[in-house]
């Protein structure tokens, strides 16, 4: 992980007095070395021939045009972003959020009584890129014991001295090398931290800082088991398994030889199954075996009634429609039938078959 950030920039300060006659303009510096973005002040003073006098305007320019000289406030190149502070005869120029096409020669000039003075030379501003770099080698992901190197580079002009520093605990840096490179032999966790490179010239000073955190292999690992003391048949038992690995580690469980769970997951959900469940489950099958026998035994009856039965039956009534029907005689057959009473009288009684 690289993190780029400027932690500061300096500037080369040279006093140079520009007079003539009591007129003149006094500049703190020459030149001045500011990074894109930042933001730059530049002071002077000046002087005139009547020291009760106050000048009638006060400006800083870049330009002149066609003989006129053009005000940074009114330049559309720094639109809001200049700011004049004059008390007395000391005036500052602040310039923000600094561009390259700010690299260029500022001068103050004051107009009293109709005559205007220009400090010339002016102060000369140069932009300062902000091109430290670090690079990590080997890239990618950075494995424990392996070797890691630190580069710290730029293109400073002239060339620059390099320092690299490591922020401890308490955000103080500890000086660590005044190399280009900072080598690890064999890094280790220990060594994750956050690292600065410096690049310093007669000109500015640049900051940039690299973050290392090696993986931490996995520690030997420990399992749990919830709920803890004794497993009661029927609850529910979870396993888990944890070690202290960066980055994070993969779990497999195994049951006699067997695999069953694998991932980033490193719990294991077992389920007991109860002497009652076991019951319930043979009760339940049983019940459904035997409404099987009955549809089965339903079918086999319809089967046998419907091809069997029903067809032996209509064959026996066609066989004994065919054979003819012997009609009993119809005449009349009268048995006679007699009896006496007390007194000798016979009755007759005639029964018709």
């Known amino acids: 992980l690289l993190l780029g950030m400027i932690v500061v920039s300096a500037v080369l300060c040279v006093t140079v007095v520009q007079g003539q006659n009591g007129w003149g303009v006094t500049y703190t510096s020459t030149e001045i070395c500011a990074l894109k973005g930042s933001t730059v002040d530049i002071h002077c003073t ?9 000048a009638e305007k006060r400006f800083w320019f870049t330009k002149n045009q066609y003989g006129k000289f053009v005000d940074l406030k009114t330049d559309t190149n720094y639109l809001d972003r200049v700011y004049y502070d004059c008390k007395n005869k000391n005036c500052t120029l602040t310039i923000t959020d600094l561009r390259e096409s700010d ?17 010339s030379p002016g102060v000369i501003l140069h932009m300062v890129l902000p091109l430290i770099s670090v690079s990590v080698s080997p890239s990618g992901q950075i494995v ?32 660590l090398s005044e190399k280009t490179q900072l080598v690890f032999s064999s890094i280790q966790s220990s060594d994750s931290g956050e690292y600065q490179c410096a690049a310093e010239n007669e000109f500015a000073l640049l ?32 396993l888990t398994c944890s070690s ?32 009652v469940g076991l019951i319930v489950a043979i009760f339940l099958v049983a019940i459904l075996t035997c409404v099987l026998l009955w549809i089965s035994l339903r079918i086999n009856l319809f089967v046998i009634l419907f091809f069997f039965i029903l067809p032996t039956r209509r064959k026996r009534a066609s066989n004994q429609s065919s054979k003819p029907v012997e009609r009993p005689d119809t005449s009349a057959q009268v048995r006679s039938i007699s009896s006496s009473t007390k007194d000798g009288s016979t009755f007759h009684t005639a029964l018709e078959m």
């Open 103 to 119: 690299s260029a020669e500022y001068k103050f000039r004051f107009i009293l009584n109709s005559i205007g003075y220009t400090g």
């Open 144 to 175: 424990e014991g392996s070797s890691v190197t630190l580069t710290c580079s730029s293109d400073a002009n002239p060339a620059a001295n390099y320092t690299w520093y490591k922020e401890n605990g308490s955000q103080q840096l500890q000086l």
């Open 46 to 54: 000046y002087s005139h021939p009547s020291p009760s006098a106050t």
């Open 244 to 275: 202290d690995a960066n980055p994070a580690a993969k779990y497999t469980w195994y049951k006699e030889n067997q695999t069953v769970h694998h991932g980033m997951d490193s719990i294991y959900r077992a389920g007991i199954l109860t002497a």
């Open 207 to 238: 900051s940039t800082a690299v973050s290392t955190s090696p993986p931490d292999p996995p520690k030997l690992p420990s399992v749990s088991v919830s709920p803890s003391g004794q497993i009661v048949e029927g609850s529910s038992v979870t």
